[in-house]
């Protein structure tokens, strides 16, 4: 068990990492195998956040020292926070594949993308459901959908090409 001290640094460590942080999400790591754990922080650390594990306890009185209006006490289990610099666009992708890629079937790839509790919006002052946030998981990456943009404007104009070299080739075998 840990002493006073133990927990007053621990809040003192939140709070530092709550200062930087636009995003806190909020994942259940029970049963998760300590090889897992590090690679979910890996992960984290790739994507410009950090994973923590602080007592729900402790976290609601980083929340009441803040001014956040936002109970932990909700979740069931134990919980850790990933304290994101960004939006929840940034660090739901990450989460969402790294928890999925714990599982070796289909089925326990879905049961481990569901550990993924929910968040909380710090500068909007909300909450972020959790099926929200599995949904934003789920969508591809930002680069990957600016090339798909890029690839619905490019077809009408290569089909217009298409048509405009096979309309030439006519008129050149029409005139042979």
């Keep these: ?44 650390d790739k994507s410009g956040a950090k994973f923590a594990v602080v007592k729900k306890r402790l976290l609601n009185v980083l929340f009441k ?20 610099e960004g939006a929840i666009d940034t660090v739901s992708g990450p989460l969402y594949r790294t928890l999925q890629g714990f599982g070796t079937d289909a089925k326990t790839r879905e049961a481990e993308a569901q550990r993924i509790l929910g968040a909380y919006d710090l500068e909007a002052k909300a909450p972020i459901e959790r099926d929200l946030v599995m949904r934003v998981g789920t969508l591809p990456t930002r680069e990957v959908l600016l090339a798909q943009f890029l690839g619905m404007l490019a077809a009408p104009v290569r089909s217009f090409l298409y048509l405009l070299d096979q309309k030439s080739k006519q008129t050149v075998e029409a005139t042979n």
């Design 65 to 84: 020292e803040e001014g956040i209006d936002y109970d932990a006490r909700g979740f069931d289990g134990q919980i850790g926070t990933i304290f994101a």
């Design 1 to 44: 068990m840990k002493t006073k001290a133990q927990k007053t640094e621990d809040v003192k460590n939140a709070k530092a990492q709550l200062a930087k942080s636009k995003t806190l999400l909020f994942a259940d790591f029970a049963k998760m195998s300590a090889e897992d754990l590090r690679k979910l922080r890996r992960e984290m």
